[in-house]
């Protein structure tokens, strides 16, 4: 079995997680589902960020230790996960003993082998991004990242050599041309980090004490990011007794990062793999944000809200829909409450929701639920079922892009020309002849098959919807292309989506 190992940043337990969050986290999960129902032996990642400064202030500010603190927003995010139904392989804290092990033996190997010194750091650092700075790379004064203030540290610290492994790294780009997507991303890291020079990264701080201590300079705690990025292979087994899970799973297939922390992921990262002699990542996709009036998202803009309360409006579907098709991936894109309607109103009830409802009703009036093809044949049914059997590639041509609203729009394609179907067959009119019964029945059976194989189509994408219609219309066949000799006994429709009233 082939292996796919994909992963989700993993987060910050320092704020509230928002709709921006979830958009991340149903993308990758919806890559992974794919990816299973394809026949890989994924491994599905993601997990918590827990140590730096910023954590540490919070905890204070809170009047807890860092642990109590990030221990009550981990249970938070994991409900938060269950109720989205992401189905990850393995959540991965940094505060896991075996991950804390991990990168300190990957400190120490670097240390050893020369690539981490000892020096004295002089310049900006952004406690909020926890990301060091030099006087150009700032914006008005403030952090490029996040526009917000940096202040100055000097403090003893250790540096990794990130400047002896440029060029190595510019191979590395031309030679895999795949590795960073969108393309644009690519560009970006090259312009404007990489061709002014890479400087020798920061990787050790002294002034706070939350972070993994240095086993052999114990005032000093490992940057977090450096930290943060070893998760992807601590999580492994990579330098424990059992690296089995290491062996099998790396390199990653696919690093899913927010446009705002490419930079870690493809000139960082690559360069500790490099010093460490292994295997970097296939693909690391930068996506856009989720913006909420054309602005970031945070309780201090005042537009904020739980994802749990549009999941309880709207159905865990619903909201898993509107992250997947309504933003190209990689894009930005607004989220406003309206344009999550607009989506349940006119994809889910009208176009899903609809044809099964119509459909099924219409097995139940005219063959009390009992279907099976009865072998009529025109042009336009040779058409409709054409279709179908196309879909399963296109979708896949699509998914291989990671163009993942497409792959929806294509199936939701489908589902629109079954709707069609039925107003070009018109069965309540076949239904008043007797001799047309087995054409009618013919109808009725394409139109289930479409609903099945759509149905198990959609599975990576809404898993409980899709299971729902297979349950209504009886059906355990798996296989994603026209079958001829089903047999259907058909349970009652229930409605799938309800219309929501904008008012
Ligand atoms: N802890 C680091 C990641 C370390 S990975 C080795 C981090 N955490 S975060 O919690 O700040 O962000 C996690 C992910 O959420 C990032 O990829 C970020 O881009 C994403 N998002 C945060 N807000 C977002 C939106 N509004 N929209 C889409 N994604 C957003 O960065």
């Given at each position: 079995?082939?292996k796919?190992?994909?992963?989700?940043?993993?987060?910050?337990?320092?704020?509230?997680?928002?709709?921006g969050?979830?958009?991340c986290?149903i993308?990758?999960?919806?890559?992974?589902?794919?990816?299973?129902?394809?026949?890989?032996?994924?491994?599905?990642?993601?997990?918590?960020?827990?140590?730096?400064?910023?954590?540490?202030?919070?905890?204070e500010?809170?009047?807890?230790?860092?642990?109590?603190?990030?221990?009550?927003?981990?249970?938070?995010?994991?409900d938060l996960?269950?109720?989205?139904?992401?189905?990850?392989?393995?959540f991965?804290?940094?505060?896991?003993?075996d991950?804390?092990?991990?990168v300190?033996?990957?400190f120490?190997?670097?240390y050893?082998?020369?690539?981490?010194?000892?020096?004295?750091?002089?310049?900006?650092?952004?406690?909020?991004?926890?990301?060091f700075?030099?006087?150009?790379?700032?914006?008005d004064?403030?952090c490029?990242?996040?526009?917000?203030?940096?202040?100055?540290?000097?403090?003893?610290?250790?540096?990794?050599?990130?400047?002896k492994?440029?060029?190595?790294?510019?191979?590395?780009?031309?030679?895999?041309?795949?590795?960073?997507?969108p393309?644009?991303?690519?560009?970006?890291?090259?312009n404007?980090?990489?061709k002014?020079?890479?400087?020798?990264?920061?990787?050790?701080?002294t002034?706070?004490?939350?972070?993994?201590?240095?086993?052999?300079?114990?005032?000093?705690?490992?940057?977090v990011?450096?930290?943060?990025?070893?998760?992807?292979?601590?999580?492994l087994?990579?330098?424990?007794?059992?690296?089995?899970?290491?062996?099998?799973?790396?390199?990653?297939?696919?690093?899913?990062?927010?446009?705002e922390?490419?930079?870690?992921h493809?000139?960082?990262?690559?360069?500790?793999?490099?010093?460490?002699d292994?295997?970097?990542p296939?693909?690391?996709f930068?996506?856009?944000?989720?913006?909420v009036?054309?602005?970031k998202?945070?309780?201090?803009?005042?537009?904020?809200?739980?994802?749990?309360?549009?999941?309880?409006?709207?159905?865990?579907d619903?909201?898993?829909y509107?992250?997947?098709?309504?933003?190209?991936?990689?894009?930005?894109?607004?989220f406003s409450?309206?344009?999550?309607?607009?989506?349940?109103?006119?994809d889910?009830a009208?176009?899903?929701?609809n044809l099964v409802?119509?459909?099924i009703?219409?097995?139940?009036?005219y063959?009390?639920?009992?279907?099976?093809?009865?072998?009529?044949?025109?042009?336009?049914?040779?058409?409709?079922?054409?279709s179908?059997?196309?879909?399963?590639?296109?979708?896949e041509?699509?998914?291989?892009k990671?163009?993942?609203?497409?792959?929806?729009?294509?199936?939701?394609n489908?589902l629109?020309?079954?709707?069609?179907?039925?107003?070009?067959?018109?069965?309540?009119i076949?239904?008043?002849?007797?001799?047309?019964?087995?054409?009618?029945q013919?109808?009725?059976?394409?139109l289930?098959?479409?609903?099945?194989?759509?149905?198990?189509?959609l599975?990576?994408?809404?898993?409980?919807?899709?299971?729902?219609i297979?349950?209504?219309?009886?059906?355990?066949?798996?296989?994603?292309?026209?079958?001829?000799n089903?047999?259907?006994?058909l349970n009652?429709p229930e409605?799938l989506?309800?219309?929501i009233?904008?008012?």
């Amino acid at each position: 079995m082939e292996k796919y190992y994909i992963t989700t940043p993993i987060y910050y337990p320092s704020a509230n997680f928002h709709i921006g969050h979830c958009y991340c986290t149903i993308v990758s999960d919806a890559i992974a589902r794919y990816k299973r129902m394809k026949g890989f032996d994924v491994f599905f990642q993601t997990g918590t960020d827990e140590h730096g400064q910023k954590i540490q202030k919070k905890a204070e500010e809170c009047g807890k230790t860092p642990k109590e603190y990030v221990d009550e927003i981990v249970a938070d995010a994991q409900d938060l996960w269950k109720t989205l139904n992401i189905s990850y392989d393995n959540f991965i804290r940094t505060t896991d003993e075996d991950h804390i092990e991990c990168v300190q033996k990957i400190f120490k190997k670097l240390y050893d082998q020369g690539d981490i010194y000892k020096g004295e750091y002089k310049g900006l650092y952004c406690t909020p991004c926890e990301s060091f700075w030099t006087e150009s790379q700032l914006v008005d004064g403030k952090c490029p990242d996040c526009g917000r203030d940096v202040y100055e540290v000097s403090e003893e610290a250790y540096f990794f050599k990130l400047s002896k492994y440029q060029d190595r790294l510019v191979k590395y780009y031309e030679e895999h041309p795949d590795f960073i997507e969108p393309i644009s991303r690519k560009n970006e890291m090259l312009n404007n980090f990489i061709k002014p020079g890479l400087e020798d990264l920061c990787v050790s701080r002294t002034s706070f004490d939350w972070g993994i201590p240095v086993t052999f300079d114990d005032k000093h705690v490992v940057y977090v990011w450096l930290d943060a990025l070893t998760n992807y292979i601590s999580s492994l087994g990579y330098l424990s007794e059992d690296d089995s899970n290491f062996k099998k799973y790396w390199p990653a297939d696919l690093h899913i990062v927010g446009k705002e922390i490419v930079r870690f992921h493809t000139i960082i990262w690559p360069i500790i793999l490099m010093a460490l002699d292994i295997d970097i990542p296939k693909k690391v996709f930068g996506h856009g944000w989720l913006i909420v009036n054309g602005g970031k998202i945070s309780k201090s803009l005042g537009n904020y809200k739980d994802p749990r309360e549009y999941i309880e409006s709207y159905g865990v579907d619903a909201v898993r829909y509107f992250a997947l098709r309504e933003v190209p991936f990689g894009s930005d894109g607004n989220f406003s409450e309206e344009a999550l309607i607009s989506r349940i109103n006119g994809d889910l009830a009208n176009i899903l929701g609809n044809l099964v409802q119509r459909t099924i009703s219409m097995g139940h009036k005219y063959f009390d639920g009992k279907i099976e093809n009865k072998g009529f044949e025109d042009e336009i049914s040779k058409n409709f079922i054409e279709s179908i059997d196309n879909l399963e590639s296109i979708v896949e041509e699509k998914m291989d892009k990671l163009e993942i609203s497409s792959a929806l729009e294509e199936i939701f394609n489908v589902l629109r020309a079954s709707n069609k179907y039925i107003d070009d067959t018109t069965p309540w009119i076949l239904a008043k002849d007797e001799s047309l019964s087995d054409q009618l029945q013919t109808v009725l059976y394409n139109l289930i098959e479409s609903i099945r194989v759509c149905a198990n189509l959609l599975k990576p994408y809404l898993p409980t919807t899709s299971e729902n219609i297979l349950k209504q219309i009886n059906s355990n066949d798996e296989r994603l292309s026209f079958v001829n000799n089903n047999k259907y006994e058909l349970n009652q429709p229930e409605i799938l989506f309800k219309r929501i009233d904008v008012k």
